[in-house]
């Protein structure tokens, strides 16, 4: 994952890392090429535990190897589900839940992330977080489907109750229309 805060990958895990302990759990709810799977594996350790969801074999396939090259296999449940079943598949509370939406790199970009069982995953999410616990979002825009997405996603964001969940967006101010817009939600800790 390059680093900075021109990548968006990058600045969901920045926000989210801080969230997730040593020994805890947390799901990665698109786990494509398991990039972040493996960031969510390295900090919970050996002693936590972390659920990987993707509707593709071929994704939970990049996803296995590289967590088996890094010695992260172990502590992974890779799920060949959609995201959207989180809830009956995830024994709650969970540190943290992370998103990255749209199409897997270098597959088939027509297998997309969808707004309803995005929602019902990201719903499924909120339930599921421990008080303290984060939530990370990358939302693309670019490709068919994902401005609706990204709106669905936003407009049920904007409605959450704010003495439970505390809400940010980042933007890159100075590109594109259709750069990638990072979410991340807490749930309150107080
Ligand atoms: N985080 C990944 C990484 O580090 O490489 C990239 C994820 S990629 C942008 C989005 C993934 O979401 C694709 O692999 C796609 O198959 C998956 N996907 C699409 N619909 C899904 C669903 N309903 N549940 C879970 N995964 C889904």
Redesign the pocket.
Known sequence: ?SKGIGSA?YLAQFFVAEAVNNGGTAV????????????LARLVGEGGKVYA????A??LQ??QELLKNNGCMERVELLQ?????MRKLVPGPVDAV????????G??HS????PL??LK?LGAALELLRTGGRIGL?I?TGHPGGREEAETVEKFISSLNADIFKVIKISFVNRAANAPVVIVIEKDGA
């Open positions: 994952v990958v990665d709810a698109t786990a494509g090429n398991g990039n972040d799977t493996l960031f969801f993707d509707t593709q071929k994704a990049i996803t589900a959609g995201h959207e079943k992370m998103f990255n939406l749209g199409y897997l790199p597959g088939d297998i997309v992330t969808q069982t995005t995953a990358v693309y």
